[in-house]
């Protein structure tokens, strides 16, 4: 390998090695701690990744427990089978049904909707 390529990439890598350094120290977020410095997220979060896995180091999993309440409402069979269409978007729900679907349907189909 030439010796100024070798410089080169190790002179990089010390100053990746500086920088998540001085980021682990100063407790800042990657985004916050890359803007002060005017370095590029997605290369930061390339070589703290990159040096992570050359030093070893694994990140333990994290697990969130997730509890699903029992849902006390079930929604009753439509009579004639015609399905319904349902949108889901922004911060609401629309629902475009036809003329001939049942109302206490759609009030429990709303009910859990908004459970949701």
């Given at each position: ?31 916050v701690y890359c803007r ?47 399905p319904f269409r349902l ?23 709303v009910r859990a909707l908004?459970?949701?």
């Amino acid at each position: 390998m030439d010796r100024s390529n070798a410089r080169g990439r190790d002179s990089k890598l010390n100053f990746w090695q500086e920088h998540i350094a001085g980021w682990k120290a100063s407790g800042l977020s990657q985004l916050v701690y890359c803007r002060n410095n005017n370095l590029a997220v997605a290369t930061f979060g390339y070589w703290r990744r990159k040096l992570k896995l050359q030093s070893g180091e694994v990140d333990k999993p994290r697990f969130y427990p997730l509890a699903v309440a029992p849902s006390q409402q079930t929604i009753p069979p439509h009579k004639d089978g015609k399905p319904f269409r349902l949108l889901l978007g922004g911060h609401r729900f629309v629902i475009e049904i036809d003329n001939e679907f049942s109302s206490s349907t759609l009030q429990h189909i709303v009910r859990a909707l908004e459970q949701i």
